[in-house]
């Protein structure tokens, strides 16, 4: 996941630097799937209830209104702050926090190195939440794709469907925390958690994990 990634990363520098001057994206409203925003050192702020097409930045923050339709969203360096009902395609990040308002529509996924992720109540994520460091943490979301990770604790919160698997992977090098992965009420996961490293775990009694607990390492504490 990691190699990909920065792969990708190397690839959206190259292109900014080719194409795109270091200049701050300040728009109140834009109608237009096909417009997109490319920067390499600024900042990106779209109004409420734009329709863009991608958005992307080296070094600064990206800012979208409420009830926005985004084409897809790629930051380096710095913030992803989202409003109520925004619809995107996909969101990349590699060092920056992820925030949501309510009701966020992802259709290809969230991947991020180093933030957290914080999505508000009702957010509905297709193509799964893929992160090595940071808090991963939603309230009565529906995440389709399963959740993997290396280092990030993950709350659940209460009433969240999470359609794939919950996975934990062996990090390289030697261990600097351990994460706490809580399942919470009326949640329930629609596949297995497998466990590659020392986690803590705790399962509320009202939450249903379909699949099995698969664990490489014995646990740290595990809780129900």
């Given at each position: 996941?990691?190699?990909?990634?920065?792969?990708?990363?190397?690839?959206?520098?190259?292109?900014?630097?080719?194409t795109?001057?270091?200049?701050?994206v300040d728009?109140?409203?834009?109608?237009?799937?096909?417009?997109?925003?490319?920067l390499?050192?600024?900042?990106?702020?779209?109004?409420?209830?734009?329709q863009?097409?991608?958005?992307?930045?080296?070094?600064?923050?990206?800012?979208?209104g409420?009830?926005?339709?985004?084409?897809?969203?790629?930051?380096?360096?710095?913030?992803?702050?989202?409003?109520?009902h925004?619809?995107?395609?996909?969101?990349e990040?590699?060092?920056?926090?992820i925030?949501?308002?309510?009701?966020?529509?992802?259709?290809?996924?969230?991947?991020?190195?180093?933030?957290?992720?914080?999505?508000?109540?009702?957010?509905r994520?297709r193509?799964?939440?893929?992160?090595?460091n940071?808090?991963?943490?939603?309230?009565?979301a529906?995440?389709?794709?399963?959740?993997?990770?290396?280092n990030?604790?993950?709350?659940?919160?209460?009433?969240?469907?999470?359609?794939?698997?919950?996975?934990?992977?062996?990090?390289?090098?030697?261990?600097?925390?351990?994460?706490?992965?809580?399942?919470?009420?009326g949640?329930?996961?629609?596949g297995?958690?497998?466990?590659?490293?020392?986690?803590?775990?705790?399962i509320?009694?009202?939450?249903?994990?379909?699949?099995?607990i698969?664990?490489?390492?014995?646990?740290?504490?595990?809780r129900?």
């Open positions: 996941m990691n190699q990909r990634m920065m792969g990708r990363w190397v690839g959206l520098c190259a292109l900014v630097l080719a795109s001057a270091c200049a701050g728009v109140d409203r834009v109608n237009d799937p096909s417009a997109d925003f490319e390499i050192n600024g900042a990106i702020r779209i109004g409420p209830n734009s863009v097409g991608s958005l992307e930045t080296v070094n600064g923050s990206i800012a979208v409420d009830r926005c339709q985004v084409k897809g969203i790629e930051v380096v360096n710095g913030a992803i702050t989202l409003g109520d925004v619809e995107v395609g996909d969101i990040s590699v060092n920056g926090g925030t949501a308002g309510p009701a966020l529509r992802v259709d290809a996924g969230i991947e991020s190195v180093n933030g957290d992720i914080q999505l508000g109540p009702g957010a994520v193509g799964g939440i893929e992160t090595v940071g808090q991963i943490s939603f309230e009565n529906r995440v389709e794709g399963g959740i993997e990770t290396v990030s604790s993950i709350d659940t919160g209460a009433n969240s469907v999470i359609v794939g698997d919950i996975v934990y992977e062996r990090p390289e090098g030697q261990l600097r925390n351990v994460p706490r992965l809580v399942i919470g009420p949640t329930r996961v629609e297995d958690v497998r466990l590659d490293r020392e986690v803590a775990v705790s509320h009694e009202t939450a249903r994990v379909t699949g099995r698969k664990r490489s390492h014995q646990l740290g504490k595990m129900f």
